[in-house]
Each structure stands twice: as C-alpha cells, then as structure tokens.
C-alpha cells in the first residue's frame, strides 16, 4: 500500500508539545527497569541511573542524540523470492494479529484454545493472501511448555511460508537466542541473516513506564544479531494510562522511545521502529474495548509521531471489539485500516482478531485482507494521464453512446477493483444462492485455500536441523522447569 499519502491529525505545532512533554517525562521519571547489570551498561553510555529504586532517566539531548542512531529505512527480507519488504519509504504492509489465546475454529464455528497445528494453518493462509506482506505469530502455541513456545512457533511458521516472519513472543533472552540460531540456520549463516534478515522482533513496555529487563535483553540479542528489534507499547487508557486521548499519547510516546533510546544506547545503529497499539478500557466491564473513535484518533497520532521522528513505524489495526465477523466488525475494521493508512503506517499489524484482540478468526483474517486491498485501491488516487483522462474517447462516443465495445473499455476495466467476497451480484442470484454474507465466502475461501495451497517447503535437511534445535531447548525446559 502506498502510504505516502499520509493525513496530519495534528498540526506541527501540537506534535513539539507532544515531543516536549515527552523529553519531560523521561528526563523526570524516566522508566522502571529492575535490574542492576542493564542499569550500569546504560549509566556507562550516559543515562541516569538510581539503581535504589530501579530507575533509569534520559536527558534530552541524549534522547535526541540516540534517536539520531536507528537507521530511518532498512529491509526485511524473506526466504521467499520477490517477497522482501522495504521499511521507511513510504510504503504500508499489512501482517497477521497476534497472539490471541484463543480461535474460533474454521469448521465448528466454536471458540477453542489454539496450539501450535493452528500457528502452522493460519500461517499457511496467510502464506496464500497476497494483501499480506509478512507474519506476526496469530495465536498461541498452548500446546508445549510456554519458554520453548517461540521456538515452536517459529519453526511452524518458517515451514507454512516464505514470507518475512515477525517475532512477538521472542520475550527472553534465552527465547530470543534460539530464535536467532533458527533464523541463521534458514538465512545461511550469521553473516547472511545480518544481511538479509528473514525475522524482525519487538518488544512491549510495563505501562505506565516500565520495561522488563528480559525483554531489553532480548532486543540487544536480536539487534547484536542484525535482527531489527523494534518496541511496541499498549496502554489501556483509564487502566494503564491515563483517561484522555492526549494523556495516552503522550505517555505511549515515551514508553517507545525509551525503548528506542535504551536499545541505541546498547547497540548503537541498531535497526528498529516505532510501534504503538493503545485502546480504551470500557468503562462499564473493565476490560479493553476495542475498536472505537479514540482507537482510530491513537492509530493516526502514532503513525505521526513515527514520522517525527523518521522512524519506520508498526501501528495496531483492525483488532475489532466485535466478537464475531459481523456488521460491528467490518465497520471498525474498515475505520482502522483507513485511520493507519492516513497515518502514514509502515507496518499495519494487523489482520485477523476479534474480541479486542482475545480471538483470532481465519474468516475475520480474509475479510480483513479483502478490506485492506479495498484500501490500497484508494490510496493509489487517481491518475491524470492523458490515456486515463480519455477525452478523445468520451468526444468519438458522444452525446446518447457508450462505452462497452471500445478498445479502451477493454484495457482498464480489468484495472477496476472486484472484490472476492463482498457480494456485487443481482438481488435474486443472491437470494437464490441462499442468502450468502461475506463471512460465509471468507469461510469457503479459507477452507479452499487450506486444501489446496502448499507453502514452498524447506530443504530437508534443514527442516530436519530446525526439528532437532526445537526438541533439544524443549528437552532442557524439561529438564530445568
């Protein structure tokens, strides 16, 4: 998607407040991070630090200057041919949702815990879907014991597709070497996943301001690796953040770019980007609602903020709090992907969730993606070529003729965007069909794609090497629970 047409939410003037506010906030309270090896490497590059009370402060400057770092474009490349990504240049690519607990079950229709023979299918979809351009981990592999389930996922996902993987669950040091040593198996070596990394990473803050050392180490395993390790912060607004829009923003503006600042410190050049997902609580339940005005207003001020700071960015989209693929979920998801979209995205994350993210649904994962290139259809605008302006046409056809027999007709209306499941079809064929609605199409074309598509494979011997790395870290969980 081009998303280079971006839409300022907020004028230039409220972006410097929101940037001063934030210096503020990190030079004062800075951010809770509970470990006293982390704190002295970050003291030693120029942060303060009081390790007493766990807490590690940045002035502004140093903010400025570690900003100045992280490569403002970079790719993420894939194991297959013509699928590799360019970050930073102007481009939007949509991915999977993750890691919800739960799916809703293609045949049943009933919600069930997932394990990792779903990361394998829904990857395997995805791997069909032209709209998306690279793979989160879209539920949870509950099935294996949970510090060797990155490693489980990873190894299903890198078998379903060749498409750029994403790593969400990587959270540990320890999940963070062995999905580094898989990576490297797959790319050819060290060397060759330096150069063309096959997987990205992130990590997510503790809101309100908080990080877990763990997941700093990780990212200094990733970035030490070549591997970009980007930060994605969530909070909860009236929860975990305060209640007002603004006050969100703010607060998700320094929770990433302390992660940002804290990674370049550590590895300085290390590639990385810019991630914001907040919601609202609903203030009636407690729990996060999802899929709202203040989602949308949050998506376009974090894709603005990245911008800013020129900084790739991976902004939450769709994610509707809708528990099903119903009217309510179609609405706030075509609200999203607009709002990422005027946001200037680079990566929309992404397709797939209902239950403000809680369940994934493989029929909600092909709306989605037929919605996203509805969307990127608009965003291509409209060209002005005198082939496209076709005035001789329109003045040789006249007054009372028309266009269906023409050469012209003939070339562009193949241009003309046609969905798969939104229905187009006369009321009576409809009726006649019996009443079908674009979730059962997204339904049968899931299930079709899944009997048929097959992923290219990865080399035997490799697979055989990937197995064994996974049983062995499994093994030694079980060893040392």
């Given at each position: ?17 929101i ?96 394990a990792?023979?779903d ?92 990080y ?77 609602a ?38 309510q ?69 006249g ?38 609605e ?24 490799l ?15 079980a060893?040392?629970?």
């Open positions: 998607m081009d998303a280079g047409h971006s839409f300022d939410l907020l004028d230039a003037a409220a972006v410097e407040l940037h001063d506010r934030t210096l503020g906030i990190l030079e004062r309270v800075g951010m809770a991070l509970r470990s006293e090896p982390l704190l002295r490497l970050l003291a030693d590059a120029g942060a303060r630090v009081d390790a007493s009370s766990g807490r590690v402060r940045f002035d502004p400057g140093l903010v400025e200057e570690a900003l100045a770092r992280a490569p403002r474009a970079y790719t993420l490349a894939a194991r297959g041919p013509g699928r590799d990504l360019e970050l930073g240049v102007g481009r939007g690519h949509l991915a999977l949702d993750g890691c919800a607990a739960e799916l809703i079950d293609l045949e049943t229709g009933e919600r069930r815990p997932s990792t023979a990361v394998a299918e829904i990857t395997r979809l995805a791997d069909a879907l032209p709209e998306i351009a690279f793979v989160w981990q879209p539920v949870a592999a509950r099935d294996v014991p949970p510090p060797v389930a990155p490693l489980h996922e990873l190894r299903a996902q890198l078998g379903a597709t060749t498409k750029h993987i994403q790593l969400m669950t990587s959270v540990t040091p320890g999940a963070a070497e062995g999905t580094v040593a898989m990576a490297r198996l797959v790319a050819g070596g060290e060397a060759a996943l330096r150069a063309r990394p096959i997987v990205s990473s992130f990590q997510c803050s503790v809101s309100p301001l908080a877990e050392p763990e997941a700093v180490e990780a990212a200094v395993v990733f970035a030490e690796a070549g591997v970009p390790a980007g930060f994605v912060v969530m909070p909860l607004a009236a929860a975990t953040a305060p209640a007002t829009p603004a006050g969100v923003i703010v607060q998700a503006n320094a929770e990433v770019l302390a992660g940002i600042v804290m990674l370049e410190l550590l590895v300085p050049g290390a590639p990385t980007f810019y991630g914001t997902c907040p919601t609202v609580i609903d203030v009636r339940s407690g729990a996060a999802g899929g709202g005005p203040e989602d949308l207003l949050f998506q376009m001020a974090g894709g603005q903020m990245a911008r800013r700071y020129g900084l790739p960015s991976s902004i939450g989209t769709f994610a509707t709090g809708a528990k099903a693929s119903d009217w979920a179609g609405a706030e998801g075509a609200l999203s992907v607009v709002a990422s979209w005027l946001g200037g995205a680079d990566m929309l994350c992404g397709a797939g969730l209902v239950h403000a993210a809680a369940t994934h649904s493989s029929a909600e994962l092909v709306l989605d993606a037929e919605t996203f290139g509805l969307v990127c259809r608009l965003a291509q605008g409209v060209s002005l070529s005198e082939e496209d302006l076709a005035v001789e046409l329109i003045e040789q056809v007054p009372g003729g028309h266009f269906l027999a023409e050469r012209h007709t003939a070339t562009h209306a193949r241009d003309l965007w046609r969905p798969a499941l939104f229905g187009r079809e006369t009321i009576d064929s409809w009726e006649a069909s019996g009443r079908p674009p979730v059962d199409r997204a339904r049968e074309r899931a299930r079709r794609i899944l009997a048929t598509h097959e992923p290219v494979p990865l080399e035997p011997g697979a055989a090497e990937l197995d064994r790395l996974v049983a062995d870290a499994t093994a030694k969980a060893a040392h629970p």
